[in-house]
């Protein structure tokens, strides 16, 4: 089991910035890849930004060049730093984590989701 703590999440205005963090315990060590993924009202979950345990970096387009992921691994921790923030970035922050299981299989964590709200 992985239990996943976020933090970081809260208001701001339009073009302003926030770091979200992400804090993982329990059964890390197979880690494959980390992430964020966000949702707002009546939209699914959409991937943001991930991380692999290479270092191999993916954002969505709506975020390229405003949005940093980055990971300490010896802190179990994964962060996004959002600049220039939008008000369609308005959204629940979720924290992912796939971990392989005792017999190699993925197996994909999430945090309980922390609320950005970008106010115009």
């Known amino acids: 089991q992985v239990q996943l703590v976020e933090s970081g999440g809260g208001l701001v205005q339009a073009g302003g910035s926030l770091r979200l963090s992400c804090a993982a315990s329990?059964?890390?060590?197979?880690?494959?890849?980390r992430g964020w993924f966000r949702q707002a009202p009546g939209n699914e979950r959409d991937l943001v930004a991930t991380i692999s345990s290479g270092g191999s970096t993916n954002y969505a387009d709506s975020v390229k060049g405003r949005f940093t992921i980055s990971s300490d691994n010896a802190k179990n921790t994964v962060y996004l730093q959002m600049n220039t923030l939008k008000p369609e970035d308005t959204a629940v922050y979720y924290c992912?984590?796939?971990?392989?299981?005792?017999?190699?299989?993925?197996?994909?964590?999430w945090g309980q989701g922390t609320q950005v709200t970008v106010s115009s």
């Open positions: 329990g059964d890390t060590y197979r880690t494959i890849a």
């Open positions: 992912h984590v796939q971990v392989l299981n005792s017999q190699l299989r993925p197996i994909d964590y």
